[in-house]
């Protein structure tokens, strides 16, 4: 709001609101806003996890044979003709083969080589080239799993059931609504999934497993993070998401372990990123277990200029779900974190998916302020740039009797700043640690009281302008609707402007707010310096924010601007003027005399 860089509020000292006042509000400002960039974590730290991937990956070929022969329970062949001969009951294919389920959502193709998921599209978002974004992040899947695969804590059997051959009940094309199972069995071993499909985001999964007849302690998992995850930023906003009694907790990368089993029970449970998730939602929420999942890969630090060859450490993030009986079912909703589409799908009593859209401690501003701008964009703006700037204004609208209380509360300041010099000319002579300077305070307090003036008058309105900027900050970083969307020049308005159009407008903008903006309590020198200052620091704070938020502010500047000019023709207007040019000319007269 156009309020929270104006230094109207100014008195000459003794409780005004002077450049020192809103200096210190600018650094609190920039601090919190600095504070916030510095503590969302850009930089995980790598999982000790890591480190068990890599002695996985140098163990012996050999080893690993041994331990799926082990979990077979055979013994080694007698000769190689015993080695060739086929397992009498096996169940499993000849060569690999592929089966694509589509709708009007999504289009998933699956692998009857481990029964797994090799793309998941969703047909109604982009990636960063242009094409339809495909969830499965196949580089970390081919090191990490692939989704809908296995997960066992044995390496070996962990192997042998993502990588068999599956039968498929279908090959090609499946129609939905429909269904599509995998069985496989072959030394001891017996495993079957079947996945149901319909017109939503939510498939239904049943997986059976079983080893010498026991059940077979299985999660069905999403491993390795999602397709729309290319650099750090983008990596540390994932984390796991559990609705557990009730509860919801979001857990951050640094707080995952690799590996770790939790005991439900979980009304949802699963893993996601900014914009998207992966959430089991169990049949039975008693008895299931979650297994979190936590490697890490090497990403530039600059990703314009990998050739420098310095990388840093990305968490990627995994989550599978499963119970103790050999036969476990649960729906998983794969799709978008969008609030309609969360609250759409079904929990079957537990907290809404909505909860997975995280706005922290400024929800209670950010999803309404998110909710009044789609309400914009579906009753006729349709354009999130617009409907941005319609809500804008009408924020300003809201607030501009702030705007009046701040400069009344400024012009009294002044009215009675005569009074107020000849109380501090009274006391000059003592020191600040005397303790007759307290009689001073209490002279001037007794003054505003009498005068009716609120010491916290200036800088209360003020404050109140905070919530709206951060909740407004808040609802642009989390919400997947302003992903990608276009306004004029910007490509989405969720990422910095490309051309820095926007924060050099709003740094012109800001000037004319100061500009225009009657400053009694300060002397020229003071309002030059406000003048460039604040909007260099709050134009450098634009800088590299969302075009969203850099939109909104200077909007807000705008509206400041005309908001101001109309007020500068009014009674207090021309009185703040006024008491301005009379206070340069005493100042300046000072000068004069001193110099003479």
Known sequence: MAEIQNPNQQGGGGGGFDSRTILAFSAVFLLIFLGMQYFKPKTPPASGHAATQQQKSSAPAAQSQTAATSDAGTAAPASSSQAAAPEANAVQAAAESETVIENELYRITFSNRGAEVKSWILKKYKNDDGKPLDLVNAANAAKYGFPLSLHVY????????????????ATGRVNTPGTLSFKYSAGGLQVKKTFTFDSSYVIHAEVTATRQGAPLTAALAWPAGFGDQNTLPQYAASMIDTAKNGDVDQIKPKKVSGGATEQGPFQWAGVSDLYFAAIFLPDEAENTSLVTLHNTIDLPRDPKHPESGQVEHASVLGAGIGGTAATFSTRLFVGPKSLDVLESVNTHGGPSLEKAVTFGWWGWVAKPMFLLTRFFYDHGVRNWGWAILV????????????????MKSSLKMQRIQPEMDVIKAKYAKYKATDPRRQEMNKEMFDLQKREGINMFGGCLPMLLQY?????????????????????LWLPDLSAPDPLHILPVFFIGSMFLVQFFTPSPGMDRSQQRMMAFMMPAIFGFM??????????????????GVGQQLVINRTSMGREMRALAAKRAAKKQGKIVNARR
């Open 391 to 406: 809500l804008t204004f009408l924020l300003n609208i809201a607030m501009m009797p702030t705007r009046f209380q701040m």
């Open 154 to 169: 044995d390496e070996g059997l962990q192997s042998r059931l993502n990588q068999a051959m599956y039968v498929p009940s």
């Open 467 to 487: 919530p709206l900027i951060y909740g407004f900050y808040r609802m642009l970083e989390n919400v997947i609707e302003l992903r990608q969307a276009h306004w």
């Open 542 to 559: 634009m800088w590299n924010v969302g075009s969203g938020l850099a939109l909104y502010w200077a909007g807000s500047n705008i509206i």
